[in-house]
């Protein structure tokens, strides 16, 4: 087993939810900086098929099949990408699932389905990955996070409450490695709605197909707003497109406003036209033996922005950055008095 450092170029780099989306995205940046990537997923042909993107990109990749809600096959992945790649350097949570439905609709196994992946997986592979970085004093955690880690939305409660559980233990962990003056470091990415094919896999009991709320921005976006966070992490949060800062800071100023707002549109923001036919991925990985690779993009490449200022002025902060932040968050605000007077 190699103990010596990862040199920067050649970090040794876990992705947890691999196999679509942001994590997929994710994991082909990293490669593509020369770094060695194991990939956790559940779904094998979606872990094959991210391995090769990874290899194409110029990293050297590493297979786990694994859920993440089972704390002992995680410490054992962690274990394997040691053994494998080298002491881990950055370690990233991604993986989640979801059900879109009102609450009152939603069984509570699948609420605790949801909890125990997207809440508890996070937390899983924090302890997987503190327990090599903490002996070491060295190493970034990277919690992917949301604006609906701050702001509840319907129709996502178990999502919305895992999110804001990640908020709240990552905060916690972060005063305590500041405490002990660690060399460990942690940081969160705050992501605004992504164009990922979780819509056409999550659990979905609305009349409409699933879809993001507009602005959509492409996986590629939030992947480099990850690996920047993972070389940055002395920030504490990272937020990624105009709509997570305006939605954030409305949030902070008019939150009553903002409930009123969400309860008139974001129910049907949320629908496309279309009826859900396809396989769920609560219980079973839909890119496993009998399914197909997703890939990183879902189905709206027509409209998902690649890119945009804010992104760039979060990670280079200053009073222009928020400046233009400030003034987004005051846009919101009064747009949301105008809406909820009408």
Not at 41 to 60: H, I, K, M, P, Y
Not at 271 to 287: H, K, M, R, S
Not at 308 to 317: E, I
Request: net charge positive; proline share 6%; with cysteine.
């Amino acid at each position: 087993m190699r103990t010596g450092p990862s040199r920067r170029g050649e970090r040794v780099v876990v992705v947890t939810g691999a196999t679509g989306g942001v994590g997929r995205a994710t994991a082909r940046a990293f490669a593509a900086r020369g770094d060695k990537v194991a990939l956790l997923a559940r779904g094998r042909e979606g872990l094959a098929a991210a391995a090769d993107d990874v290899r194409r990109a110029g990293g050297e990749a590493l297979v786990i099949a694994v859920d993440v809600s089972d704390p002992r096959a995680v410490e054992h992945a962690a274990q394997q990408a040691e053994d494998t790649l080298g002491p881990v350097d950055v370690w990233v949570n991604n993986a989640f699932t979801g059900v879109f439905a009102p609450f009152t609709e939603v069984a509570p196994e699948e609420f605790r389905r949801v909890t125990e992946v997207t809440y508890l997986g996070f937390v899983n592979g924090t302890r997987a990955a503190l327990r090599h970085m903490l002996p070491r004093d060295r190493g970034t955690i990277v919690q992917v996070g949301s604006a609906l880690a701050y702001r509840g939305i319907p129709l996502q409660a178990a999502y919305c409450g895992a999110k804001h559980a990640i908020q709240g233990f990552n905060e916690s962990l972060r005063c305590e490695l500041l405490h002990a003056r660690s060399g460990v470091r942690t940081t969160m990415v705050q992501l605004p709605g992504v164009n990922t094919p979780q819509f056409d896999w999550v659990l979905n009991r609305m009349p409409g197909w699933a879809r993001p709320v507009a602005p959509v921005y492409q996986p590629e976006v939030a992947a480099r707003a990850i690996v920047h966070a993972a070389s940055h992490a002395r920030r504490r949060e990272y937020w990624v497109g105009g709509s997570t800062a305006a939605t954030l800071i409305a949030n902070a100023i008019v939150p009553g406003l903002l409930d009123r707002y969400l309860a008139r549109t974001n129910v049907d923001a949320q629908q496309d036209e279309g009826v859900p036919d396809g396989p769920a991925n609560l219980w079973e990985p839909v890119d496993g033996p009998r399914g197909k690779d997703f890939g990183a993009h879902g189905r709206f490449d027509d409209e998902a922005k690649g890119g945009g200022p804010q992104p760039w002025l979060s990670r280079n902060r200053g009073w222009l950055g928020a400046a233009v932040t400030a003034g987004a968050g005051a846009l919101a605000a009064r747009r949301l008095t105008g809406a909820a007077r009408r």
